[in-house]
């Protein structure tokens, strides 16, 4: 039976903690995030759950709020997964988060070669598995894109077209974080070709796709996000 510790109960935090809260090999659920209100509103509703304050800005907090945890689920903004993930460590639980990771001073290939190499060793050391980037994208698209190579003799491109949206009563602009959101709209997309990173503008490379079940062409654009980043670091198939 498992402890686990969810850090951030916003849209995505809160859908998963009510998705442990279903699992039989799942004992306890911490709810923590800065707004008390917010995780103590999540935790009533869900039976093996507890709610506390964490902040986040404070390794040393996030410690106390994990309880000795068997897992960290971090659903909080990019800025926050290395104290997130230090306090992982320091109490040997495994983690997982939903996007890439800011580290001050790298860029965003460097903060992704550091996690899957010195963060994954020191994890390993403690027996502990962390698991990054694990949203729909980055992360559900990467499996997809990585299991479909699997079944062809050879690929040439790969391009990963992502429209989503929600369906509501009312007008949602943004799904996630607007911050994040803006940010990511504003900066020079990444794209990795021949064995190279290269640059784009925003809203570059232009084409019109027809998805299926949508009754019209869509206009997709280079955008700034995580997606192309780790395929450099990916093992090569044998």
């Known amino acids: 039976m498992k402890k686990v510790m ?13 998705r442990l809260n279903e699992l ?12 008390l209100k917010a995780a103590d509103d999540l935790g009533k509703t869900l039976e093996k759950a507890t709610a506390v304050q964490v902040n986040a800005n404070d390794i040393k907090d996030i410690v106390k709020a994990a309880d000795n945890a068997d897992i960290i689920v971090n659903g909080l903004p990019i800025q926050f997964n290395m104290n997130v993930m230090e306090a992982a460590l320091e109490i040997g639980a495994s983690y997982q988060d939903l996007c890439m990771t800011y580290i001050d001073g790298k860029s965003s290939v460097e903060a992704t070669r550091y996690v899957f ?16 980037n694990t949203g729909s994208a980055p992360g559900l698209v990467n499996v997809v894109v990585r299991e479909t190579t699997e079944l062809f003799d050879s690929c040439d491109s790969i391009e990963m077209n992502v429209y ?14 607007p911050e994040v959101a803006f940010e990511d709209m504003g900066e020079n997309p990444t794209r990795f070709e021949n064995g190279e990173f290269v ?9 019109m796709i027809k998805f299926r079940d949508i009754n019209k062409e869509t206009r997709m654009v280079d955008h700034n996000h995580e997606g192309p980043i780790p395929w450099e670091l990916m093992p090569k198939s044998t």
């Open 6 to 18: 969810i850090i951030g109960v916003g849209a995505q935090g809160s859908t998963i903690a009510k």
């Open 24 to 35: 039989e090999n799942v004992s306890q659920i911490i709810c923590a995030d800065y707004d």
């Open 117 to 132: 190499s010195d963060l994954d060793k020191r994890f390993k050391d403690k027996g502990a598995i962390a698991m990054t």
């Open 164 to 177: 989503e949206g929600v369906w509501s009563k009312q007008f949602i602009p943004f799904w996630w974080s």
């Open 199 to 207: 640059q784009t503008d925003p809203f570059d490379n232009a084409i």
